[in-house]
């Protein structure tokens, strides 16, 4: 036997007394749904992709299609920018984190589809050092997204 008790209000406390006389005994339930009011607070994502050599292969094609899902997966009112490293660095915009909408992101897409794993050691310090200091977009949260194998040359 399964006994399903729905509240008929979500939030409204529900208790359920239980007395079974042959045993003695009582169950007492209490059941407490609270009110939470979300704050939701606007991002400004950077994807930092590792396209140094060690991500030849399998590791870089891994990378381009979490890029992918991530892009896709945005929030609509989001700021958003894709920082490619390796020996060197090299952002998609230039300016700094754009506005999503369809035109961006095809750009990014399109963007992401050509990556390679081409830019020779694994230098993680410089492009760091250059997204950090910058403030982010006004009303947005920083989130620096690092897609890499690990091997990471200069981390200090």
Do not use: W
């Not at 042959?22 to 704050?39: D, I, K, W």
């Not at 915009?93 to 990556?115: C, E, H, N």
């Amino acid at each position: 036997i399964v006994l399903a008790i729905f509240p008929r209000e979500l939030f409204r406390p529900v208790v359920v007394r239980e007395v079974h006389t042959a045993r003695g005994t009582e169950a007492l339930m209490l059941s407490l749904v609270p009110r939470f009011e979300a704050l939701t607070q606007r991002i400004e994502a950077v994807f930092l992709l590792d396209c140094s050599c060690s991500m030849d292969g399998q590791r870089i094609e891994q990378a381009k299609r979490a890029t992918q899902i991530f892009l896709r997966s945005l929030p609509t009112d989001c700021f958003f920018n894709i920082v490619l490293f390796g020996s060197t660095y090299k952002t998609l915009y230039s300016s700094g984190s754009v506005a999503y909408s369809q035109a961006s992101l095809q750009k990014a897409t399109d963007y992401v589809d050509r990556i390679s794993a081409n830019l020779g050691g694994t230098n993680i310090l410089e492009p760091l050092s250059s997204i950090l200091p910058q403030p982010p977009v006004s009303g947005t949260q920083r989130q620096i997204f690092l897609l890499t194998d690990g091997q990471v040359s200069n981390q200090q």
